[in-house]
């Protein structure tokens, strides 16, 4: 799903092929807030709907791919104006995530290997 983009600037007329601008980009004082929480709480609420459809739902695959998610998502939606301290505490979410991650790599393989 694409942000949904809320400007509140009275004067939006973009160019076909002009870039959106961010809050650096703005020079007169208005903003363009982007909110991506909505899109991602919708998609980690269903993702074990579709699991269980799949019949392949289990803690497990749902840390993985919500864990995948999160990388993806906090790539593309990072803050442009610099280092926030929500950002930072989600630096280390995701080396707790990657932690949990190596655990439960380390027990499929051992599970494989003999």
Same mark, same amino acid.
């Given at each position: ?20 601008? /961010?809050?650096?980009?703005? *020079?007169? &004082? ?6 991506? &929480? ?13 699991? /269980? ?27 442009? *104006? ?33």
């Amino acid at each position: 799903m694409s942000p949904q983009f809320v400007p509140e600037a009275k004067n939006n007329d973009r160019k076909l092929g002009e870039a959106f601008p /961010t809050h650096a980009d703005i *020079d007169d &004082g208005t903003t363009i807030s982007c909110v991506p &929480g909505r899109a991602r709480g919708l998609s980690l609420s269903l993702s074990p709907v579709a699991l /269980t459809m799949l019949n392949s739902f289990s803690v497990e695959t749902y840390f993985v791919l919500a864990f995948v998610w999160l990388l993806i998502s906090s790539e593309v939606f990072a803050p442009v *104006d610099g280092e926030s301290v929500w950002w930072v505490r989600l630096r280390w979410v995701k080396v707790g995530g990657w932690v949990v991650f190596a655990y439960l790599l380390f027990q499929r393989v051992t599970t494989v290997i003999p």
